[in-house]
Nanobody
């Protein structure tokens, strides 16, 4: 069984920074894509940042230049560095990954979510 565990959320003032982490554990043969999603109250879940196994990235337009996604393949961990945070970044942030436990397999997994609140 595979688990994704997020950490690093919290309360921060506008203009501040936070770094989210998501560690995958369990029966892992390979990790393909790794994503960060977020969901604000009353809104749909949206893809914030994506990183491939080769390190290619893409971002939601509203976070470009402020957020950076990265991954440490040796630690099966993905990070989201969030700078210049705005109140509209307030949401529950979810880690998502495509993980295979044997050659040629891949299954989509979700973390439990971590709350990020940007407020003065």
């Amino acid at each position: 069984q595979v688990q994704l565990v997020e950490s690093g959320g919290g309360l921060v003032q506008p203009g501040g920074s936070l770094r989210l982490s998501c560690a995958a554990s369990g029966s892992i043969f390979s990790i393909n894509y790794m994503n960060w999603y977020r969901q604000a109250p009353g809104k749909q879940r949206e893809l914030v940042a994506h990183i491939t196994s080769g390190g290619s990235t893409r971002y939601l337009d509203s976070v470009k230049g402020r957020f950076t996604i990265s991954r440490d393949n040796a630690k099966n961990t993905v990070y989201l560095q969030m700078n210049s945070l705005k109140p509209e970044d307030t949401a529950v942030y979810y880690c998502n990954a495509g993980i295979g436990d044997y050659v040629g397999s891949s299954r989509n997994y979700w973390g439990q979510g971590t709350q990020v609140t940007v407020s003065s």
